[in-house]
């Protein structure tokens, strides 16, 4: 049983930083792609960036772009998510997947618990 422990969220000012990390067991995920969603109250879970196996492909949602980075551990079975110059906009519940396809939440077999990332104005 895969098992997905997230880690890192917190409040925030607008314009400050957060790393979130994600931390797998049961077996290695080094074949899967791992990814972040998040979701805002009263919202659709959204895409916000994937790794492929070996972490050299990494692809963001557009809005991100330029502030977050992405970065996978494979030794360490971890995804890491750095934030910066965060927007009120991205205040949500950020989950960890693994073992998906793209970017349709519905696809991703394993998740994280979430945690909270708020970003005050």
């Known amino acids: 049983q895969v098992q997905l422990a997230e880690s890192g969220g917190g409040l925030v000012q607008a314009g400050g930083s957060l790393r979130l990390s994600c931390v797998a067991s049961?077996?290695?995920?080094?074949?899967?792609?791992m990814a972040w969603f998040r979701q805002a109250p009263g919202k659709e879970r959204e895409y916000v960036a994937r790794a492929s196996g070996s972490g050299r492909n990494l692809y963001y949602k557009d809005s991100v772009k330029g502030r977050f980075v992405l970065s996978r551990d494979n030794a360490k079975n971890a995804v890491y998510l750095q934030m910066n110059d965060l927007k009120p906009e991205d205040t949500a519940v950020y989950y960890c997947?693994?073992?998906?396809?793209?970017?349709?939440?519905?696809?991703?077999?394993?998740w994280g618990q979430g945690t909270q990332v708020t970003v005050s104005s």
């Open positions: 997947a693994a073992a998906g396809v793209g970017v349709i939440w519905t696809t991703y077999r394993y």
């Open positions: 049961g077996r290695t995920l080094s074949g899967d792609y």
